[in-house]
């Protein structure tokens, strides 16, 4: 049985860093894509980093330049990385794997769908950023 658990989360203050975590057990997948998303309230899940199973790494707009995706394949575990962040980065972070698109793993192909984007998802784990 798959499953992907998150921590790392917090409150700081704009400006400030955290360093999210994503511990797989259960699966193998370092031939896979795999990816953090967000969720503010009342929008819609986004993709927020991508890396693929070469090292390759794709950022959604906002992020570039603040955040940095990161895999440990020896420890099974995927990290973000994230820097000068703003109350705009408010949300839950949930990490994912197994890409199930034909689409180039990227944030520009992803739907923020739990069903038709990756096949593995964590339960999140929630970031406030305060002004």
């Known amino acids: 049985q798959v499953q992907l658990v998150e921590s790392g989360g917090g409150s700081v203050q704009t400006g400030g860093s955290l360093r999210l975590s994503c511990a797989a057990s259960?699966?193998?997948?370092?031939?896979?894509?795999m990816a953090w998303f967000r969720q503010a309230p009342g929008k819609e899940r986004e993709g927020v980093a991508f890396?693929?199973?070469?090292?390759?790494?794709s950022y959604e707009d906002s992020v570039l330049g603040r955040f940095t995706i990161s895999k440990d394949n020896a420890k099974n575990t995927l990290y973000l990385q994230m820097n000068s962040l703003e109350p705009e980065d408010t949300g839950m972070y949930y990490c994912?794997?197994?890409?199930?698109?034909?689409?180039?793993?990227?944030?520009?192909?992803?739907?923020?769908?739990?069903?038709?984007?990756?096949?593995?998802w964590g339960q999140g784990t929630q970031v406030t950023v305060s002004s």
């Open positions: 994912a794997a197994e890409w199930l698109r034909l689409f180039p793993c990227e944030p520009a192909h992803s739907y923020g769908d739990v069903l038709t984007d990756f096949a593995y």
């Open positions: 259960g699966y193998t997948g370092s031939h896979s894509c």
């Open positions: 890396i693929e199973s070469d090292g390759r790494t």
